[in-house]
C-alpha cells in the first residue's frame, strides 16, 4: 500500500479483555516497528521485526504483551487481560531494511488509540 | 542512562514568527539525530543529522546538530498555522540504532 495502515483507529475495551492491533506496513518495507505513546509521555519502544530474524522483544512492558508477523508483512500486536495502564496510542512503523530507517526516515501508520475502561 | 531532553514542552507564537526549537541528548556512542513532525496520531519525518554544523533546509524548516555541545536546533521561519503540531526529537546509536531514544517533544501552536 501507499502507506502504513493500521486498525482499529480507535478501540476501547473493558478491563480484563484481549485486544488485537493490526498494521500493514508499506510493500518492501522488511523492517516494522511497534511504538506506544501515552499521555505526556514520549515513544516508547516496543518490539522490532526485520525480515526472517528473530524479533527483538525487548521493549515489550510485560508478558502479557505480544506480538507477530505473518509472511514478513502484516503484523499483530496483542494485548492479554488489559489493564487502564495499558491506554495508550499504539503507532506502527515501517522502513527499509538495514540503514534505510536512518537515511530515509521511518513512515508511521496513523495509529490505534486504546482506552481500557 | 541515554536520554534525549526537548525544550521548551510547549510553545504559543503567532503567525510569522520565527521559533527555534531545542533537543539535547546524551546518548553512549551517538549516531544520528532525527527529527519528526507529529500531527494527531502518526510523526513524520522531516530530518535526519548526522555530523556537526551541516544545516538540513526544508522550506521554512532547518535544522543543525553540534555533536561537541550535544544538541540539534529546529527552526521554523515565518511560521504558518498549519505548523501546530509536536515536534520529536530523536536519537540513535551506533550499537543498536533500530531503539530511537525519543525526547517528550515541543507542542508548538501557532495563533492566526
Known amino acids: 500500500g501507499a502507506g502504513v495502515s493500521q486498525s482499529p483507529s480507535n478501540k476501547v475495551t473493558e478491563k480484563g479483555k484481549d485486544v488485537e492491533l493490526r498494521c500493514d506496513p508499506i510493500s518492501g518495507h522488511t523492517a516494522l516497528y511497534w511504538y506506544r505513546q501515552s499521555l505526556g509521555q514520549g515513544l516508547e519502544f516496543l518490539i522490532y521485526?526485520?525480515?526472517?530474524?528473530?524479533?527483538?522483544k525487548s521493549g515489550l512492558p510485560s508478558d502479557r504483551f505480544s506480538a507477530e508477523r505473518t509472511g514478513g508483512s502484516v503484523s499483530t500486536l496483542t494485548i492479554q487481560r488489559t489493564q487502564q495502564e495499558d491506554s495508550a496510542v499504539y503507532l506502527c512503523a515501517s522502513s527499509l531494511p538495514g540503514r534505510g530507517g536512518l537515511y530515509y526516515g521511518y513512515t508511521f501508520g496513523s495509529g490505534t488509540r486504546l482506552t481500557v475502561v | 542512562e541515554d536520554k534525549v531532553v526537548q525544550s521548551p514542552l510547549s510553545l504559543v507564537v503567532h503567525e510569522g514568527d520565527t521559533v527555534t526549537l531545542n533537543c539535547s541528548y546524551e546518548v553512549t556512542n551517538f549516531r544520528s539525530l532525527l527529527w519528526y513532525k507529529q500531527e494527531k496520531k502518526a510523526p513524520t519525518f522531516l530530518f535526519m543529522l548526522t555530523s556537526s554544523g551541516i544545516e538540513k533546509k526544508s522550506g521554512r524548516l532547518s535544522s543543525i546538530l553540534d555533536k561537541k555541545e550535544l544538541f540539534s536546533i529546529l527552526n521554523i521561519t515565518a511560521t504558518q498555522t498549519g505548523d501546530s503540531a509536536i515536534y520529536l526529537c530523536a536519537a540513535t546509536n551506533a550499537g543498536n540504532n533500530r531503539k530511537l531514544i525519543w525526547g517528550l517533544g515541543t507542542s508548538l501552536a501557532v495563533n492566526p
Open positions: 521485526f526485520q525480515g526472517n530474524s528473530a524479533p527483538d
